[in-house]
Every structure is written in C-alpha cells, then in structure tokens.
C-alpha cells in the first residue's frame, strides 16, 4: 500500500497519486470516488482547503450512482 499525505499541497499532485492507484475514479458534485480504493474526497477541486475530506466506503456504496457521474479526468 502506498504511503500518501492526502492533506498535504499541492492538492492536485495527492490526485495524481490516488490515479496512479485508481484509475476508475468517477466525479459529481464535487465528489471524486475511487471505487476500487473504497474511499471518496472533496475539496480538492477548489483553492479553500477549509472542506478537505476523505471518507472510507464499502465497495458497493456508490455503484448505483456511479452510473450518473462522469469518469473523472485531471
């Protein structure tokens, strides 16, 4: 397992990693879901890194709305 700093800058270079590991990452709303990691983040889209989060998720969670949201692209 790879040994990421989720919170520390540059944001966008955490994203990269978390790509690197999951390709089949979906976006909506701001939410960026890595489905084969288990986990989802928001606020890393935007400058304001008041709302960083990161949530752990079983792997069937999200699959229903999967099928709304669009593949996610840096």
């Given at each position: 397992m790879e040994n990421i700093q989720i919170f520390s800058p540059p944001k966008r270079?955490?994203?990269v990693e978390l790509l690197?590991?999951?390709k089949d990452a979906y976006e909506d709303v701001g939410i960026i879901?890595?489905?084969n990691?288990?986990?989802s983040?928001?606020?890393f889209e935007h400058s304001d890194d008041?709302?960083?989060a990161?949530?752990?998720f079983s792997r069937v969670h999200w699959d229903e709305d999967l099928e709304a949201m669009r593949a996610y692209q840096l």
């Open positions: 270079s955490r994203l690197n590991l999951d879901v890595f489905k990691l288990g986990i983040v928001t606020g008041d709302d960083l990161i949530s752990a």
